[in-house]
Every structure is written in structure tokens, then in C-alpha cells.
């Protein structure tokens, strides 16, 4: 039987939500930012007047201002946010019990088995969704109707602001095809410079490539991508009542001043390391790999990863190995402005196994570890995350710069 997938997306979500309480300002360019006195001074959302001067998310706001003099900033109100997103949701759930929500301004629902009690007609029901959104919320919304997930996305995306875009079994390769590669879904910044390094533009391109050529260059996710671009997308939509598994665990932050010592960057790391752990720990899960980013003041970030020898879920370990790989892509004095760690490969305690310690301890240290870290779980969740801090994590006296 042949899906029936809506993907619905909010146009401009939160210029949208804050042009709610400011009715007079819908024609004038504005943008939602973050404070730029703590160094988040970056655009987080724009409305279509702002977007027409190239306003861009994540450029900062001088950025912004050089391109649009006359920009409105509005600061962010994310509870407001997070209301309006579960009043859209629960919007969608009138429709179906199968809607997965995919950010807070999107979602994907399946309506495969509850269209015939609407009409019958998938188009019909995405236009009046989006009259209810206009009507009932004030807010807009990008419609994409397909067979299935990434081809609904797509078709959200085709077509802005409100708007539908049915994507069928018929039309999707005049559709698809011709979009440029970086349209589809999970094929970011990276892997689009790599396919076009070899002559790959657009998706239908990505199609007709032999899969063992994209497996080689990008591994599995090249196979994935090949199916998506021939139309082969048979993930199911989940209920948002449906516990998601956790594909990682990260944290990142930006510092109140630029990172320039090893010690700064240690205790940076060190810090959320602690947070990372704590959390696989909560989750009763074990990071099988580490990956660590490294954002410079000009807003540019590099990436290392690595699978580990022996799953932990120890502050140590963690703080060890993204040490490692920071030092792999930076060297003092140069700058740091934010950093991040994200455990990845995650894994529960049954498929963790024993293997020669990747830090040449013996299984009794990583016992008393595990007893010390656990002890610590128990003070933070009596008196608060601040009771306890880790050794490695607390300030030590800071190095000058080197020259």
C-alpha cells in the first residue's frame, strides 16, 4: 500500500511567534536574535521583508545590519516557543496518531491510515492545515505531501511561504531530480563539497551514481543517500508519544571570552565533559566515539571524531580523548570562541564488553570510577548540579598566552 506522508513546516517560527504581539511590524524587515552582550549575538530567525535583503540565520548581527540598515531585533522568547509548537502538534494529532515532530517547527505525519475519514484527498488536507494554522494561530505553514519522509520534506521546502507541494509517484523524478544536492535530506555542507568534487550538483546526478562509488567515499551514509535520491525511503513515522532513541549525546558552549591557554581549553572541555557523561549516565548509556568541534571568532568550525577502544560513560575518559582530538585541530595561542563534545556510537551496558583500557588503567580503577562518578550522580540529584564538580573540571591557575 502507498504511504501517505505530510511534511509541515512553520514559515519563519519564531519571527513568526514574536510577530504575533507586534502586528505593526509584519511589513518591516525584522529578525529574532540572541544577546550579543554574551557573545550570542547571532540571527536565529528572520521574516520574509528581512529575507529579501539576504538576511541569513547564523550570520551575525552586523552581518545583518550591514545588509539591512533598517533591521528590527527582537530577542528571543523560546517558551513561547516551545507553547506554540505543542498547540501546532496537537493540531496535527486531530489527523493522525502518527506525527513525529522534527524540530520544534516541523513535523512529519502519516496519514496513510486516516485519510479516507478527511476527504480522502491529500492535497485538500494539507490546504486545510494551513488555513487552520493562519486562522486558529496566526502563524503560516509550508505543506509537502509525498510516499515519503525525505520526499515530503522536499516538498515542503519547494515552495514558500504557505504553500503545498505534492511530490507523487508520478511527477517526483521532474521534481526531485533537477534540485541541487544540498536539498536533500542529511546532506549537509561537507558532503555536498565532496559530490561536487566529483561532478555531483544535483540529485538526480546523486541517482545515477554507482552505489559502491558513494559507499567508498562516504560509507554507509552514501548508500542511504542513494536510495533517498532514487525514492527508496521506507522510515517509518513515528507517534510523538514514541520514545526516539538516542543517536548522541552533546554539549557545547560559547565562552564569555576566547579560549587561548591548553589549561583554558582543558578546563573548557573538562567542564563538558562532566555534562556529557553525567547524561550518558542518566540514560544508562556508553559513547562507543567522540567527536569534538571547534568554533574560531570568525565563526569557522572544524570536527574530529573517533570510535574508542572500550565504551565509557567516565568524565576522565571523555575529557582525555576530546583533549586529544582538540589538539589534533588547534594549537595556542590560537583563539577559541565556543567548543562542543557529543558522545556518538552510543550503546547500552549489554553490547559494552571489556577490552585492554584505552588509558592503560586496570579494571579496578575504572571500578572505583564508576563508584566515584555514581556517588556524585546521587549529591548532584539531592542538592543540585552545582554541589559537585570533578577534579579536572575545576579552575586552576591560568597560563599565560604563549607567544
Same mark, same amino acid.
Given at each position: ?210 552505489? *559502491? ?143 585492554? *583500557? ?46
Amino acid at each position: 500500500m502507498e504511504r501517505i506522508i505530510l511534511h509541515c513546516d512553520l514559515n519563519s517560527f519564531y519571527a513568526s511567534v514574536e510577530l504575533l504581539s507586534h502586528p505593526d511590524l509584519r511589513q518591516t524587515p525584522v529578525a529574532v536574535c540572541g544577546d550579543p552582550t554574551s557573545r550570542h549575538g547571532i540571527i536565529l530567525a528572520k521574516n520574509e521583508p528581512a529575507k529579501r535583503f539576504g538576511v541569513q540565520t547564523a550570520e551575525t548581527i552586523w552581518q545583518a545590519k550591514k545588509k539591512c540598515p533598517d533591521l528590527v531585533l527582537l530577542p528571543p522568547h523560546h517558551h513561547l516557543y516551545r507553547e506554540y509548537s505543542r498547540k501546532v502538534n496537537d493540531i496535527y494529532g486531530q489527523y493522525t496518531d502518527l506525527v513525529e515532530p522534527f524540530g520544534i517547527d516541523e513535523s512529519w505525519l502519516d496519514v496513510t491510515g486516516t485519510l479516507h475519514l478527511f476527504g480522502g484527498d491529500a492535497r485538500a488536507l494539507a490546504d486545510t492545515l494551513r488555513r487552520r494554522m493562519r486562522q486558529e494561530l496566526g502563524l503560516t505553514l509550508s505543506v509537502g505531501v509525498s510516499f515519503n519522509k525525505v520526499f515530503a520534506k522536499l516538498g515542503s521546502d519547494y515552495k514558500k511561504p504557505d504553500a503545498t507541494t505534492v511530490i507523487s509517484p508520478e511527477n517526483w523524478r521532474e521534481i526531485v531530480w533537477p534540485l541541487p544536492v544540498g536539498d536533500l535530506l542529511y546532506v549537509g555542507g561537507a558532503a555536498r563539497k565532496l559530490l561536487g568534487q566529483y561532478g555531483v550538483d544535483t540529485i538526480g546526478q546523486l541517482a545515477a551514481c554507482k552505489p *559502491d562509488m558513494l559507499e567508498q567515499l562516504m560509507g554507509k551514509m552514501g548508500l542511504q543517500l542513494h536510495s533517498y535520491a532514487n525514492g527508496l525511503d521506507a522510515d517509518p513515522v513515528r507517534s510523538r508519544f514514541e520514545k526516539e532513541p538516542v543517536k548522541s549525546v552533546g554539549n557545547g558552549t560559547t565562552f564569555p571570552q576566547n579560549l587561548t591557554t591548553r589549561d583554558q581549553v582543558r578546563q573548557g572541555i573538562a567542564m563538558l565533559a562532566d555534562s556529557v557523561a553525567s547524561r550518558l549516565r542518566h540514560l544508562g548509556l556508553y559513547a562507543g566515539g567522540l567527536q569534538v568541534t571547534v568554533r574560531d571568532p570568525q565563526f569557522r568550525d572544524r570536527s574530529r571524531q573517533t570510535r574508542l577502544s572500550a565504551p565509557t560513560h567516565l568524565i576522565r575518559e571523555v575529557t582525555e580523548t576530546a583533549m586529544d582530538l582538540t589538539e589534533q585541530i588547534w594549537k595556542p595561542p590560537s583563539p577559541i570562541r565556543a567548543l562542543t563534545v557529543t558522545a556518538i556510537h552510543l550503546m547500552e551496558a549489554e553490547d559494552t564488553y571489556e577490552q585492554v *583500557d584505552l588509558f592503560g588503567g586496570s579494571a579496578a580503577t575504572r571500578q572505583r570510577s564508576e563508584k566515584l562518578e555514581a556517588a556524585m550522580d546521587r549529591i548532584r540529584g539531592k542538592y543540585g548540579s552545582s554541589a559537585i564538580a570533578y577534579g579536572a573540571a575545576a579552575p586552576e591557575k591560568e597560563e599565560d598566552p604563549l607567544p
